[in-house]
Nanobody, 119 residues
Framework: QVQVVESGGGLVQSGGRLRLTCSVS????????IGWYRQAPGAQREMGAT???????NRAEAVKGRFTVSRDNAQNTVTLHMSRLKPEDPAVYYC?????????????WGQGTQVTVSG
């Protein structure tokens, strides 16, 4: 069973920066893609930014130019770098590790971490 654990959420001022870290129990490059989704109250979970195993960064329009994802292969971690945070960014942010093997897809999720933006 793959373990996915997020850390780094919290309160930040509008316009500020925050980093979220996702630690997984397997080489991050062994997943088809890995990245971050978010879910605001009353809304569906949506993709924020993901990184494929061939280093293609996929980002939602709402976060382009503000969010990016990096990985640390030695630590088996993936970090979401958020900048110029806006009042519409608060949500629970979830790390997702996605496998696609021989036509079979599987998703591994963390427990989520809360991001709150003030001001």
């Amino acid at each position: 069973q793959v373990q996915v654990v997020e850390s780094g959420g919290g309160l930040v001022q509008s316009g500020g920066r925050l980093r979220l870290t996702c630690s997984v129990s397997r080489d991050t490059l062994s997943f088809t893609s890995i990245g971050w989704y978010r879910q605001a109250p009353g809304a569906q979970r949506e993709m924020g930014a993901t990184l494929s195993n061939n280093e293609v960064l996929n980002r939602a329009e709402a976060v382009k130019g503000r969010f990016t994802v990096s990985r640390d292969n030695a630590q088996n971690t993936v970090t979401l770098h958020m900048s110029r945070l806006k009042p519409e960014d608060p949500a629970v942010y979830y790390c997702n590790a996605h496998d696609e093997v021989w036509g079979t897809e599987r998703d591994y999720w963390g427990q989520g971490t809360q991001v709150t933006v003030s001001g």
